[in-house]
């Protein structure tokens, strides 16, 4: 499995991504899934991989092969938009000559990718490229993309990425991220690439590996853990009281649980049915100097 | 979709599920998916569902009909074991007679439950029922158990229950899950059913049913979300420098991204060759002050 994230935020663009391919869980081993396309003073482009590492090695070897052919290349297109129709075009190629290769082997045609960057002229952009060859856009509503094992570090991606985010908050939500997603995913692994694209500067300037030496990364995966342990142990517990009868029923939640009816003969023994003496969450006007 | 989690903790159990159903994203309804079987001073049980709304509730008619055609009976097994083969045996019932037309028609078998509670004479169990009718239980190693969507709510899970957690705490920590699958998932949605059981009190003690106006959810969903942004805030950002050739290059990670080669006619001009001359995250001892 994989997990890669990209931000794109007013300051520049953020890219992480882990090292881990798998198949099952005992063939493991490390393969960087960024690579870099530079040229500096007129492009920076940084791919991201996610799914079958046979595709993406051959979507890798068909943009080098175009380049070397002539045709349209990474390295000299105009425009982002023409650079991330590449990347569709080789996904394409390589499902035309071996998705039914791979579907006789029961083998899905699996494969995502995060590309975007800056061309001299343009803005900078960030995409996801999918299986099909198609993408999407990274939006100001949207300011990040993911590929990969994605759901565990969505949660804190929602909460704190705004495109006005800087670049080093970007770089920090972005490890945080993958943080929770190492700690969910066994198959989500150090080392990580680390590459904070500053805009409109068309080089490389912030690049790191980063592995369990990293003195920063440490401390944000004890920080991060210690201090959410701390914000959960000060969050009240529940208050719970006795149910009363609601005034207006319509109006509130049914206080009851669903209860299954016990069989008639159970019913019989007439203590044993269903009551309803529990107790339940206190309302409002029970809590508010608990939440003060 | 849904998603439900039990915990199995020292103090008791906390069940809490969400109550929304979607056939895709315009077909969207409230289906509450806990059911209590007590009988108090002999047993409480409770059950949760995920998946085909349509086999869930096949399942529990079975169990109803079984009940009546005298055959084993959640009301008087007298083990949890006994109890939670009669959950799947009637996931295999269903299986036998649906699986086949809902594959024609494309349709997946898909169905899981959290079952769990307590029978006079024996330990709190929680169990988890998979499709194929087989099930696992918690333990104290992993003391929790989701259905449904999990992910997005899996690292809080992680980071804070151990069954020494208090049920407060069990049925807070159930709440902040919640909370993150909501926030990052708009098929999961409220009112959600919440009930703590205390141990070895054989009844219904604790049930909430908890929708936009509760109170206490509305604290941690606004508290949690405040604290994150705190606790993330305080975390320093990272320092970057520049990156020195590394003394020892065996120990120490790759300081290089993975770059593509340009064609060599771009390689023909010489100042277009990727360089080396980026920052990379500071190291130890350039971080020493900032982390104290």
């Given at each position: 499995m994989t997990y890669c994230v990209g931000l794109r935020l007013d300051e520049g663009l953020?890219?992480?991504?882990?090292?881990?391919?798998?198949?099952?869980v005992d063939q493991v081993s490390t393969f960087r899934k960024m690579v870099v396309f530079e040229r500096p003073g007129d492009r920076v482009l940084v791919l991201m991989t996610a799914g079958n590492l046979a595709v993406s090695q051959t979507v890798r070897q068909i943009i080098e092969r175009d380049n070397e052919a002539g045709g349209k290349s990474l390295w000299t297109v105009p425009t982002m938009y023409e650079a991330v129709q590449i990347i569709g075009d080789a996904v394409r190629a390589v499902r035309a000559r071996d998705a039914a290769a791979l579907a006789e082997a029961g083998i899905e045609f699996?494969?995502?990718?995060?590309?975007?960057?800056?061309?001299k002229g343009e803005r900078m952009r960030l995409f996801l490229v999918y299986a099909a060859g198609n993408f999407i856009e990274a939006q100001d509503e949207s300011p990040y993309l993911q590929i990969g094992e994605a759901k565990y570090g969505k949660p804190v991606l929602d909460r704190m990425v705004t495109p006005r985010s800087t670049l080093d908050e970007g770089a920090k939500c972005a490890l945080v991220s993958m943080d929770s997603t190492l700690r969910s995913n066994i198959s989500v692994g150090l080392p990580m690439d680390l590459l904070c694209y500053e805009v409109d500067t068309l080089r490389v300037t912030r690049f790191?590996?980063?592995?369990?030496?990293?003195?920063?990364?440490?401390?944000?995966?004890?920080?991060?853990g210690q201090r959410l342990k701390q914000v959960f142990s000060e969050i009240p517990d529940p208050i719970w009281e006795p149910t009363v009868a609601p005034v207006h029923q319509d109006e509130d939640p049914p206080a009851e649980p669903v209860r299954a009816t016990p069989p008639a003969d159970l019913l019989g023994e007439n203590e044993t049915q269903p009551r309803a003496g529990f107790q339940t969450l206190a309302d409002q006007a029970g809590r508010k100097e608990q939440l003060l």
């Open positions: 953020v890219f992480l991504a882990d090292s881990r391919t798998n198949a099952g699996n494969i995502s990718f995060i590309f975007g960057g800056q061309i790191a590996t980063i592995d369990t030496r990293n003195e920063y990364f440490r401390m944000i995966h004890e920080t991060w």
